[in-house]
């Protein structure tokens, strides 16, 4: 049995919350893509789903529980808006031992990257971070980070009191709804004029971003130290965790 921690406690909670929302949202299905189905293996405490709704092409979920054997609980979710909307991408990652959260990552990330204020949603996400949340202990972005993520974005370590981490997952989760909203408005804006946004462009800034976040070496690099093959962290971080647009 996985030792006793409100701090995985409190992560267990808000990834089930994130997968309720994803399959409760007006027009929400689940997705099975291909290849997937091998790295949703729940027995084994590898948790991969995907869901579609009418404003996101992408809601993806990824849960490591290695509670008992590594004392390492760890998440990784992001939502990727429709090609008829140049709005931002929602992501969130968390990795957590027992006692402490060592990285707490999240952002409405600017398609433009860059860290430029490009979209109304992203300016709404800066001010709402800064009024919601202020980090303990601030990590320091990589270069590839700087290269997608926004002004507003938290990149947080060492959080223990579990008011600062129930502020963090506040702002997160609670944001989440503001955030569909936003996409609904603007489908509603592309649905009345079907030349508000060059689509071939949002592809290839979404296929940036995804791009840049394959360079981050911590995820294949904390995979391998779980004990996952080689042959399954390569196909996963290219082909499952950010796929590219054809």
Not at 113 to 125: I, L, N, T
Request: include cysteine; hydrophobic fraction near 35%.
């Amino acid at each position: 049995m996985a030792q006793r921690s409100r701090i995985w406690q409190m992560l267990e909670e808000t990834t089930q919350h994130l997968m309720n929302k994803f399959g409760e949202e007006k027009g929400s299905k689940e997705i099975i893509e291909p290849g997937m189905a091998k790295f949703n293996r729940p027995e084994d405490g590898w948790i991969n789903r995907v869901w579609e709704t009418p404003e996101a092409r992408r809601c993806h979920i990824d849960v490591v529980d290695a509670r008992e054997t590594k004392k390492l609980y760890m998440f990784h979710c992001v939502v990727i808006p429709h090609f008829h909307t140049p709005a931002p991408i929602w992501g969130l990652d968390v990795i957590a031992g027992p006692n402490k959260v060592t990285g707490f990552f999240h952002d409405w990330s600017p398609l433009s990257g860059k860290r430029q204020v490009d979209h109304p949603m992203v300016e709404w996400f800066e001010k709402e971070s800064k009024n919601s949340y202020t980090p303990s202990k601030v990590r320091e972005l990589p270069d590839w980070a700087l290269e997608i993520f926004s002004p507003g974005m938290i990149a947080a370590g060492n959080i223990q009191d579990e008011r600062e981490l129930t502020a963090a997952l506040s702002l997160a989760c609670t944001a989440l709804g503001p955030y569909f909203t936003f996409l609904r408005r603007y489908k509603r804006d592309f649905e009345k004029n079907k030349n508000i946004n060059n689509e071939q462009e949002v592809k290839e800034a979404q296929n940036r971003y995804a791009r840049f976040q394959r360079e981050n070496p911590h995820t294949p690099r904390t995979m391998k130290a779980l004990g996952l093959p080689e042959k399954d962290i390569e196909e996963f971080c290219t082909d499952a965790l950010f796929p590219y647009v054809k």
